[in-house]
C-alpha cells in the first residue's frame, strides 16, 4: 500500500506524461489546459487505491484511471458550456478562453482520449473495465440530464436529488474503486461491495458539497460561499428546506428564490437563517452520516482497507 | 455475399432494435431522432460487406457497424451546432429542435452508446477494433478543427484541404471496412489493404460532394444546389479556383467571396461560370478518378471484391 499523497504524485506524473499532437493545436491545446487546472484526482486515486488493496500491481491501473480523470474533467468542460460557467478553480473556462465551438469538439476529443486511455486496461480484464466505464459514462449524462431539467422545475423531491447526484457524481466514485478492483482480479462480490462503498461515498461527498456551500468556512472553502444560493441551485439544502417549510417562511423562502437580487450578502444571509432555523444544516449532516456508514457496510469483509476508510472520511468531513 | 440492399436492410432493422432507456427522455429522444433521419448508411454496410468479403460471420461485426454509424450521427448532430445548421436532410436539427444544451449533452450520450456497441464486438478483437476506432474518432475532430480554422483563414491549399477531407471523412470509411475485415480474421496486409482503399475512396467521395453542390442535377441531388457558394465554403472547387485564377478573374471571385449577397441566384450563377472558366470541373473529376484508380489498386490481392468495387464505384459517381 501507498500513501494518498504517493497516488497522486503517480497520478499527476502520469498525466503529464501524455503526449498530445502538437497540430491541430486549437483542438488539444484546450486539451491540456482543461487537464492542467488540477483538483483533487479523487478517482483515479481510488482506482489505484483499490488496486493495492486486492493485491493488484497498480501499474497495471494507471491507464484506466487516467481515462476516469480525463473523462470527469471532459464531463466539466461540457458542464461548464451547458452552465455557461466563466471560472473554473480560479481560470477562464475553456468556452471562455477560446470560444464554444472550441470548448465542444475539444471536450469531444477529450471523450475519446479517455476511452483511449480505458482501451490500455490489461486486455483479459478489457471488456468488463470497458462495460463499467461505458455504462457509468452514460449515467453521468442522465444525471446531467436531471440537473438540468431540476432548474427548470419546482416539484423536485428529495428523493428525486439524491438519484440525480447517485448518477451524476457517485457512480463514478463507485467505478473507479470497482475498476481498480477488477485489475486486481478480486472477487465479483468483492468488486461488487466496493462499488456499493463508493456510490454511498459519492452521494455523502456530494452532500457534502451542498453543506459547505451554506456552512462552510470561507477561510477554507475553495469556493465562494452563498454561490448555489445566489443562483437559486437545487441543492439538497433548497430542496430539503422547500419540502419542510410551512406558511410565511415558505413564502419567504419561495420569494427569496423567485425575484431579482437586491444585495447578494442579504440573500444569502437570509436564506441561510431560514435554512438553520428550519435545521437543514442538521439534516443535512445527518444526511451524509447515513450515507457514510451505510458505505462503510460494505467493507466489512473487504481486505486493507483502513486507508480507504479514512481516505472516505475525510472526503465526506472535508471543510474545503 | 449480400446484396447491398440486404446489407442496409441489417443495419436498418439492428438500429431500430437498439433499446434505449425510457428516462430521461430528454436525453434519449433526441438520440433516436437522430438515428432515425436516416442518410445512407455507407459505413456500417462497408463494414459488413469486407466481412463477408473475408469469410467472416457478418452477425459479428453488426454490433461495431452500428457504432460507427452512430458515432457518425454524433459527429453530425455536433457539426451542426457548431455551424449553427437549422436543417439536416429536411429536418430541423436537434439543436433547433429542443437547444443547444440538449444537443450538446445528447451527442456526448451518443458517443458513449457508440463505444457501447463497439464493446460489443467479439472480444477476441476487440482491443483492436477498439483502438482502431479510437484513432479514427479521434482524427475525426482534428479533421473537423481544421475545417473550423480554415472558415477563418485564406491561404488554404489544396493539399491542406484534401489533408483536411482525409481526416474529417476518409478515414471513418477506411476504418469501416477494417473493422469487417478484423472481425473476419483477414490478415493484417488485407486488413492494411482494404483501410487504404476506404481512405481513397473516402477523398474521391468527398470531392464528388464539392463537385456535385456546383453542377449537380437540381432534380437530383438532395441538397440545394449551390450552398457551398453561397456559404464561401472552402471546398475543392473554390480553393482550387483561388489557386489558379489571374488578374481581375481572382479579383472577381475575392470579391463575390467577401461581400454580402445581393442575390443568390447570380452569385451561384457568377460563380459556377468562373469555375467552368477556369476549368475547376474537370480538375475535380480528374482527382476523384486520380483517387478512385488509386484505390482500386489496392484491392488488387483481396478476394471477392466485385461487390465492393461495383459500390465504390456508385459513390465516386453518384449524381445525388
Not at 476511452?115 to 468488463?128: G, H, N, R, W
Request: hydrophobic share 40%; glycine share 6%; net charge negative.
Amino acid at each position: 500500500m501507498h500513501t494518498v499523497e504517493q497516488y497522486i504524485d503517480i497520478i499527476n506524473k502520469a498525466l503529464e506524461n501524455i503526449t498530445y499532437p502538437a497540430e491541430p493545436s486549437g483542438l488539444y491545446a484546450p486539451v491540456k489546459y482543461q487537464l492542467d487546472m488540477g483538483g483533487k484526482r479523487v478517482r483515479p486515486l481510488l482506482a489505484l487505491m483499490a488496486c493495492d488493496m486486492f493485491g493488484g500491481n497498480i501499474n497495471n491501473v494507471i491507464s484506466p484511471a487516467l481515462g476516469l480523470e480525463i473523462f470527469h474533467n471532459f464531463t466539466l468542460l461540457h458542464d461548464d458550456v451547458m452552465d455557461n460557467a466563466d471560472i473554473r478553480r480560479g481560470r477562464a473556462t475553456v468556452h471562455k478562453a477560446w470560444s464554444e465551438n472550441t470548448a465542444i469538439l475539444s471536450g469531444d476529443a477529450m471523450q475519446i482520449i479517455a476511452t483511449q486511455k480505458i482501451a490500455e486496461t490489461p486486455v483479459e480484464v478489457l471488456k468488463e473495465v470497458l462495460d463499467l466505464y461505458n455504462t457509468t459514462a452514460l449515467e453521468i449524462c442522465e444525471g446531467q440530464q436531471y440537473d438540468m431539467e431540476f432548474e427548470e422545475r419546482d416539484d423536485v423531491s428529495v428523493e428525486g436529488y439524491i438519484e440525480m447526484i447517485r448518477l451524476k457524481t457517485a457512480v463514478l466514485i463507485g467505478c473507479a474503486l470497482k475498476t481498480g478492483a477488477i485489475v486486481a482480479h478480486a472477487t465479483s462480490a468483492q468488486a461488487d461491495a466496493i462499488y456499493k462503498f463508493g456510490v454511498n461515498i459519492g452521494l455523502a461527498f456530494q452532500l457534502q458539497d451542498d453543506y459547505l456551500d451554506v456552512y462552510g468556512d470561507p477561510a477554507k472553502f475553495g469556493k465562494k460561499i452563498g454561490g448555489d444560493i445566489l443562483n437559486n441551485k437545487k441543492t439538497y439544502m433548497l430542496i430539503s428546506a422547500l419540502t419542510i417549510a410551512q406558511g410565511k417562511e415558505k413564502e419567504r423562502l419561495q420569494t427569496l428564490i423567485s425575484r431579482e437580487i437586491d444585495s447578494p450578502e442579504a440573500k444569502i444571509a437570509e436564506v441561510t437563517s431560514i435554512y438553520t432555523s428550519l435545521g437543514i444544516d442538521k439534516m443535512a449532516k445527518d444526511k451524509i452520516e447515513e450515507y457514510s456508514l451505510k458505505a462503510l457496510q460494505y467493507l466489512e469483509d473487504i481486505p486493507n482497507s483502513d486507508e480507504l476508510k479514512k481516505f472516505a472520511h475525510s472526503l465526506t468531513t472535508r471543510q474545503l
